[in-house]
């Protein structure tokens, strides 16, 4: 029985280079909609984390969505721009015959998909904002600077599961 040696970790942020090559493609996708609408039959479902720093939407959908939430875009949305540095895209949407404008980093996307050709793209999710830490309360020994804690980060949040 031969034994096969796992690959060695690669001092080379790959899985990160990947996950952002592929979200050029929906970057792609909405900058042709913003530009010339949505060809045909094509439409798309795009999921995002509502939690993501720069995400901007109502609060009744914030509260309602707190984590995710997929929108479709289809055939009644408007304002739809992605913005100059191509961080980002807004959409003016209706929900329960409320408008709103939405905000949304493609850094926040977990999801895209356009299932009219059966194509769909899968991202890792950004890391939920941290709360702000507070500063520390004076101590009583203040002779010696606090030492900083070590972080551990796991690599296995950025390699891509295989199935």
Known sequence: MTETASPPDSQLPYSRWTEEALRAVPRAALQHAAKH????EHHFYLTF???APGVSLPGHLKARYPEEM???LQHKFWDLSVDSAGTGFSVGLSFGGVPAMLTIPFAALTAFADPHVRFGLRFQPPEPAEAPVPEAVADVDQAAPAAAKPQVVS???FR???D
Request: no cysteine.
């Open 37 to 40: 609408g949505l060809p045909g």
């Open 49 to 51: 984390r509502t939690d």
């Open 70 to 72: 997929t929108i479709v």
């Open 155 to 157: 690599l296995d949040a």
């Open 160 to 162: 891509r599961k295989r």
